[in-house]
Nanobody
Framework: QMQLVESGGGLVQAGGSLKLSCAAK????????MGWYRQVPGKQRELVAV???????DYADSVKDRFTISRDNAKNTVYLQMNSLKPEDTAVYYC???????????????WGQGTQVTVSS
């Protein structure tokens, strides 16, 4: 069974930095994409950044030029480097994995348990 192990959240002052990590544990045949979403109470979960298997990246407009997503393929781990953090970045951040467990399975979508990021003003 696939599991995503997240780490790196916490409390930081505005203008500071944090780095989130997410490691995929389990049987993986191939990865389509790994990414980060965030959610605040009362709002829908939103995409922050995603990196596809070929290395293509996409970012929410609100985090472009401040956040960087990267991936270590050997470790099945994705990172989110967050710089110049703002109070509006405060949210629970969730890791997301789209993968295949074998060559004939449908795509599997897995979510991490979430890690809190709080940015104080």
């Amino acid at each position: 069974q696939m599991q995503l192990v997240e780490s790196g959240g916490g409390l930081v002052q505005a203008g500071g930095s944090l780095k989130l990590s997410c490691a995929a544990k389990g049987s993986i045949f191939s990865i389509t994409s790994m990414g980060w979403y965030r959610q605040v109470p009362g709002k829908q979960r939103e995409l922050v950044a995603v990196i596809a298997s070929g290395g293509r990246t996409d970012y929410a407009d609100s985090v472009k030029d401040r956040f960087t997503i990267s991936r270590d393929n050997a470790k099945n781990t994705v990172y989110l480097q967050m710089n110049s953090l703002k109070p509006e970045d405060t949210a629970v951040y969730y890791c997301n994995l789209k993968s295949y467990i074998n060559s004939w399975s449908p795509v599997s979508i897995t979510w991490g348990q979430g890690t809190q990021v709080t940015v104080s003003s």
